[in-house]
T-cell receptor, first 108, second 113 residues
Framework: QKEVEQNSGPLSVPEGAIASLNCTYSDRGSQSFFWYRQYSGKSPELIMFIYSNGDKEDGRFTAQLNKASQYVSLLIRDSQPSDSATYLCAVYINQFYFGTGTSLTVIP | GAVVSQHPSRVICKSGTSVKIECRSLDFQATTMFWYRQFPKQSLMLMATSNEGSKATYEQGVEKDKFLINHASLTLSTLTVTSAHPEDSSFYIC?????????FGNGTRLTVT
């Protein structure tokens, strides 16, 4: 059973729309949750991390964590073409576990 | 924020040769460094975890004699791909810890011809 699961997509949204990316995890002992953005041919860059249930906002990005349902999501408001990338969800349980990523395309 | 430098960014080598990749933490002491490999359109796969001054811990299926990891100081870890073959062609990425969140180096694109 995979530790972290993401819909591989591709997910396409028009420019200016809200992009919603979802991630589920299997281990209830998970404590830390991360979202990374990876452009093609580049290494991942950290967007946000969240530890507590609820929402955490940073600019156009909002991370949502629901430990009871074991999911974490990332909302991108006012999506821009430059947001087109693969988004990786990561969970920390003694080590980092990464999902396979969701490919997002923002259409101008 | 924390910065991790990885070098080289791109390398092409002939089959049978060895390649060394360096990973440096620039503004913090990294007691733990992680080495990942990523094949096209796949997620990051952890290869090994190295702790300063001790032997690396390899993930199942990763040949420790082929992928030599040295973590001699708190700011430098190296990965050497020995006797490289075309199937070793991949994107290798290091990250430094142990504190979360992880910060990644820029990655090394290895092509073995």
């Amino acid at each position: 059973q995979k530790e972290v699961e993401q819909n591989s997509g591709p997910l396409s949204v028009p420019e200016g729309a809200i992009a919603s990316l979802n991630c589920t995890y299997s281990d209830r002992g998970s404590q830390s949750f991360f979202w990374y953005r990876q452009y093609s041919g580049k290494s991942p860059e950290l967007i946000m991390f969240i530890y507590s249930n609820g929402d955490k906002e940073d600019g156009r990005f909002t991370a949502q964590l629901n430990k009871a349902s074991q999911y974490v999501s990332l909302l991108i408001r006012d999506s821009q073409p430059s947001d087109s990338a693969t988004y990786l969800c990561a969970v920390y349980i003694n080590q980092f576990y990464f999902g396979t990523g969701t490919s997002l395309t923002v259409i101008p | 924020g924390a910065v991790v430098s990885q070098h080289p960014s791109r390398v092409i080598c002939k089959s049978g040769t060895s390649v060394k990749i360096e990973c440096r933490s620039l503004d913090f002491q990294a007691t733990t460094m992680f080495w990942y490999r990523q094949f096209p359109k796949q997620s990051l796969m952890l290869m090994a975890t190295s702790n300063e001054g001790s032997k690396a811990t390899y993930e199942q299926g990763v040949e420790k004699d082929k992928f030599l990891i040295n973590h001699a100081s708190l700011t430098l870890s190296t990965l050497t791909v020995t006797s490289a073959h075309p199937e070793d062609s991949s994107f290798y990425i290091c990250s430094a810890g142990p504190d979360s969140p992880l910060h990644f180096g820029n990655g090394t694109r290895l092509t073995v011809t």
